[in-house]
């Protein structure tokens, strides 16, 4: 048993299957809450835990998904090319947006991290929780911020803006794809993205031009964040 658990195959078919059960309660249920990363997430954890599974073993498989990472966020230019008139017409706003959006998500995290009195080190993990996994995991390490933990982060974070954002547009009344699409993009990156072109084209597209440049100003603001000799 220790060698199928051990398999890479073991943790692509885990993630497969809870992904797709996920999925599945997502239709059924149409609830918020039923996103199919928060179950998939929820599911796996439960395995490992009821089967005593190391998380390495996991990982054997889970590593091999990470690798599409990059190719399925680069996926998004496609509806962003599809976009490229809107973007040329909203380009200041969309800037404006992302700036503001950036440094309001440090800021916050770094406020909220002192509040709670976490040490340094803690919290310049979670400084950079609201950029894709990639921008997150190159700008961590520079800042004297633990990798690992910044991933944990980024990935809460993103779950918790693809579940919470369709109603935080509802109860904010933002009608306008163009405004919508960009704040989902610039505070929860790629799994809010995901969510974004459920809700139509222009939200998708707007969420991953956001999600681009908020990595990239982050990556000037953490130029500021850096601990020399780190």
């Known amino acids: 048993m220790n060698e199928v658990f051990s398999s890479p195959f073991f943790g692509i ?6 992904f797709e059960i996920g999925i599945w309660l997502e239709k059924k249920t149409k609830l918020a809450i039923a996103n199919p990363l928060l179950i998939a997430v929820v599911l796996c954890i439960a395995v490992l835990e009821l089967f005593h599974i190391p998380l390495a073993s996991f990982d054997e498989g889970g590593s091999v998904i990470s690798v599409f990472l990059g190719p399925a966020t680069a996926v998004l230019a496609l509806s962003i090319y599809t976009q490229l008139s809107r973007l040329k017409k909203y380009f200041l706003p969309v800037l404006a947006g992302t700036v503001v959006g950036s440094l309001v998500s440090v800021g916050s995290a770094y406020l909220l991290s002192r509040w709670f009195g976490l ?12 950029v894709s996994t990639p921008f997150a995991l190159a700008i961590s390490p520079n800042i004297g911020g633990i990798p690992a933990v910044t991933v944990a982060a980024v990935v809460l974070t993103g779950i918790l803006g693809a579940v919470w954002a369709p109603l935080m547009l509802k109860l904010f009344r933002v009608r306008d794809p163009v405004v919508a699409g960009v704040a989902i993009g610039t505070s929860s990156h790629a799994v809010g993205t995901s969510k974004a072109i459920t809700l139509g084209e222009v939200e998708g597209a707007m969420s991953g031009i956001a999600l681009a440049m908020a990595g990239l100003i982050t990556v000037l603001i953490s130029l500021f964040l850096a601990h020399p000799g780190r």
């Open 13 to 18: 078919t885990l993630s497969i299957l809870t």
């Open 119 to 130: 040490d340094q080190v803690l919290t310049d993990s979670l400084l950079v929780k609201s």
